[in-house]
């Protein structure tokens, strides 16, 4: 229905103008963390905590794990994911917006951790070979994308057979929402 409604680019256009307006939000997310999770993070990444999970304990990453983290913001779950599988592990996250991309690499220099990658891309055409990583986790991105099947199975494409997807988002129960919510910016990207 959403398809007949309006475009791709029109929805993922509104999605990146609102996060770029994000200025200083304050981590409406952190709620979703432990205290000691929490503190692994720079003080100034806690702010960026936009997501609305916690999936990288679900992720039940093992030292040496291979990691994606689609639609990846400031790189909370990232920097959490690269605790984790440690100095022979890697993290690679996605995310479409060059400035986040930059907050990302800033926030992962402040905490000193080198087994981070963070890509300017978009989840919906992953620039990562088939089945190179070991996991996916996301939090509160895939809901944004307009095509929420092909982010799925490019996930499974850059997945190994056998890896692990751990996914915090939100759902609807319905597909028959009125066209006012389907269409409102706030709706896609609030
Ligand atoms: C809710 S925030 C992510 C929060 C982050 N996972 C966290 O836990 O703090 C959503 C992010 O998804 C990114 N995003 C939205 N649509 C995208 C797409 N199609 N491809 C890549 N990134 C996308 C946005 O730029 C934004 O940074």
């Known amino acids: 229905m959403t398809r ?5 680019d029109e929805i993922q256009q509104l ?3 609102a996060y770029e307006a994000v200025e200083d939000p ?4 952190a709620r979703n963390y432990a205290p000691e999770q929490l503190e692994l993070l720079p003080a100034s990444a806690r702010r960026w905590i936009l997501g609305v999970g916690n999936p990288v304990p679900a992720a039940h990453l093992q030292p040496g794990d291979r990691v994606l983290d689609l639609g990846c913001g400031a790189g909370i779950d990232a920097q959490l994911a ?3 599988v440690g100095p022979t592990g890697h993290v690679t996250g996605v995310d479409m917006l060059p400035s986040m991309v930059e ?25 990562l070979a088939d089945g190179h990583v070991d996991v996916v986790v996301s939090n509160g991105s895939i809901n944004l994308s307009a ?25 609807i129960d319905e597909d028959d929402l009125p066209s006012e919510i389907l269409t409102h910016p706030s709706a896609w990207a609030g």
Do not use: I
């Not at 007949?4 to 791709?8: E, N, P, S, W, Y």
């Not at 304050?26 to 997310?29: A, F, K, Q, T």
């Not at 799925?152 to 988002?169: C, K, T, W």
């Open 103 to 127: 907050r990302c690499r800033a926030f992962a220099q402040e905490a000193g951790r080198d087994n981070l990658t963070f890509v300017n891309a978009e989840m919906e055409a992953l620039p």
């Open 4 to 8: 007949d409604l309006m475009f791709k």
């Open 82 to 84: 690269a605790v984790e």
């Open 147 to 171: 095509r929420k099947s092909r982010v799925l199975a490019e996930a499974l494409r850059a997945m190994r057979p056998g890896g692990r997807l751990a996914v915090a988002d939100l759902t």
């Open 15 to 17: 999605v990146a103008d």
């Open 26 to 29: 304050d981590g409406p997310g």
